[in-house]
């Protein structure tokens, strides 16, 4: 079993920053992928940026240059810092590892990010 909490979220203007962070325990294996996954409202779910143990990453083109995924692979801790948000970065933001054989995906409760001023 894996359990992902997720902390960070909360109201920002427009051009701030915040950083999200994701605790993951359970049943970790090294080969994880990590990532974060965001839904905005009346949106489908979209791929924000995910990064592989070896920290290989990977990110949508609306947030290349102003979100950094991270990772510690010692606390199974995966991070987002996100620079320069504007309104169309409103969404709920969820933590995302996909391992096993069969890519099996766990995903966190949802943080909510909102920019506004």
């Known amino acids: 079993q894996v359990q992902l909490v997720e902390s960070g979220g909360g109201l920002v203007q427009p051009g701030g920053s915040l950083r999200l962070s994701c605790v993951a325990s359970?049943?970790?294996?090294?080969?994880?992928?990590m990532g974060w996954y965001r839904q905005a409202p009346g949106k489908q779910r979209e791929l924000v940026a995910t990064?592989?143990?070896?920290?290989?990453?990977n990110y949508v083109d609306s947030v290349k240059g102003r979100f950094t995924i991270s990772r510690d692979n010692s606390r199974n801790t995966v991070y987002l810092q996100m620079d320069s948000l504007n309104p169309e970065d409103t969404a709920v933001y969820y933590c995302?590892?996909?391992?096993?054989?069969?890519?099996?995906?766990?995903w966190g409760q949802g943080t909510q990010v909102t920019v506004s001023s």
């Open positions: 995302n590892v996909k391992q096993g054989y069969y890519n099996v995906n766990y």
């Open positions: 359970g049943s970790i294996w090294s080969s994880a992928v």
């Open positions: 990064i592989t143990s070896g920290g290989s990453t």
